[in-house]
């Protein structure tokens, strides 16, 4: 059974930075794509970022620049640095695992999700 716990978020003022954290456990996901969503309030979950198991990366436009994806397969664990963040960056972020062997920004194609880390921007 693979668990995925996300860690790291919090409050920050707009402008602040905060490393997400996506530890793996139960199975080795070196080959698969690992992903961030976010859910704000009364809204879907979106599409943040990901990487493949070979370190190609994919931002969604409004993060791009500011947010940087990572992964330490030795750790089993995906990151997600956030850097000059803004209010409308507040959610829930969600870490996910993909077995796809491309990038993914569509959530039925992830196989495995975290519980969620709340981010809060405050302005």
């Known amino acids: 059974q693979v668990q995925l716990v996300e860690s790291g978020g919090g409050l920050v003022q707009a402008g602040g930075s905060l490393r997400l954290s996506c530890a793996a456990s139960g199975r080795t996901l070196d080959n698969y794509v690992m992903g961030w969503f976010r859910q704000a309030p009364e809204k879907g979950r979106e599409f943040v970022a990901a990487?493949?198991?070979?370190?190609?990366?994919y931002y969604t436009d409004s993060v791009k620049g500011r947010f940087t994806i990572s992964r330490d397969n030795g750790k089993n664990t995906a990151y997600l640095q956030m850097n000059n963040l803004k209010p409308e960056d507040t959610a829930v972020y969600y870490c996910?695992?993909?077995?796809?062997?491309?990038?993914?920004?569509?959530?039925?194609?992830?196989?495995?999700w975290g519980q969620g880390t709340q981010v809060t921007v405050s302005s």
């Open positions: 990487i493949s198991w070979y370190g190609s990366t």
């Open positions: 996910a695992a993909s077995s796809r062997r491309s990038i993914m920004v569509v959530t039925t194609f992830y196989d495995y």
